[in-house]
């Protein structure tokens, strides 16, 4: 497809005047034929089109001509192997300056600044990472642990309001403790579970006397 001058302005909101000065100037020329004198028609092609109508949305979001032709510039050192940067690229823009993806989807451009790169963060992955990650903090972990010789399960329960964890003993009731890291808990339920067989023993002594 071919489009003169007057579909162009038309299709792009451009003026007569700004396609006549970028053809001018290098900045967009057609493709299919060029001026040759006054009163001759340039023809452009559909790639072309996009590249003016890309050029005057990034004017309308207030990127200036001269950003835009240093953005390209810098492409075309960077992305030789592109033909039409503004037709075949994706950007983005803050009205200041004009990011490009690169080739690894999470790395963003600044075209503006040497190429210097931002990083895109993907806030649904986020998400969903953090999901999997409290979910591993909160679960319940089983341990054993070893009191005069006998071997006692226990149930380790991360605190995450206060931080570090507590502790119980799932053959004694009521027997609970708790520690800033796991080491720390775990000992802490030793201690508590013999406190608590000496406790049991004392009532077993104080009955059997009775």
């Known amino acids: 497809m071919a489009f003169n001058t007057k579909t162009v302005v038309k299709l792009t909101g451009l003026t007569q005047r700004q396609t006549d000065y970028w053809d001018r100037t290098h900045f967009i020329k057609p493709s299919l034929k060029e001026a ?19 050029a005057k949305t990034l004017i309308d979001k207030g990127v200036s001509l001269q950003k835009i032709r240093k953005s390209i510039n810098f492409l075309k050192k960077n992305f030789p192997d592109v033909e039409k940067h503004l037709a075949q690229m994706r950007f983005i823009t803050d009205g200041e300056t004009i ?52 071997a006692y399960e226990v149930i380790l329960h991360p605190d995450t309001e206060e931080g570090g964890f507590w502790v119980e003993c799932s053959s004694l009731p009521g027997c609970a403790s708790q520690g800033e890291t796991v080491e720390e808990a775990l000992e802490m339920i030793k201690d508590a579970i013999k406190g608590h067989l000496e406790v049991e023993g004392e009532k077993k002594k104080k009955k059997a006397v009775a």
């Open 36 to 54: 040759a004198g006054h009163g001759t028609a340039r023809l452009y092609s559909f790639t072309d089109l996009v590249q003016l109508k890309v």
């Open 99 to 150: 990011f490009t993806l690169s080739d690894d989807k999470n790395k963003i451009l600044d075209t503006l600044k040497q190429g210097q790169m931002v990083f895109a963060l993907a806030i649904g992955e986020i998400i969903e990472q953090l999901k999997g990650e409290v979910k591993n903090i909160n679960q319940d972990r089983k341990y054993k642990v070893s009191v005069k010789g006998k």
